[in-house]
């Protein structure tokens, strides 16, 4: 009987999320950032990754991805897939 996990790639690139307010729409809102490998307070679009919130109760109506990082995270996906170095991102 085969199993019905899918095999870990060794390869495979794992990235860490940070989520911040979002300064671009009012509160509560979160947006969510990719960390770089090298540097855990920066994300992939270059922004410096701030504390947490201090009470850590917000209530959060809404959340989002940030762009540039998710471009940076498909960029490295697809190249990874179709065989070739991964980039270095961050």
Do not use: I
Not at 1 to 28: C, I, K, L
Request: aromatic share 4%.
């Amino acid at each position: 009987m085969e199993s019905d996990r899918v095999p870990v790639d060794p390869g495979a690139t794992m990235y860490q999320m940070w989520a911040e307010h979002d300064p671009a729409v009012e509160q509560p809102s979160l947006l969510w950032h990719v960390v770089t490998k090298d540097d855990s307070a920066k994300s992939l679009c270059g922004r410096m990754l701030g504390a947490p919130s201090a009470s850590g109760n917000d209530q959060v109506l809404a959340e989002s991805f940030c762009g540039p990082c998710m471009t940076s995270v498909r960029q490295a996906m697809t190249t990874a897939q179709s065989g070739m170095a991964e980039p270095a991102v961050g």
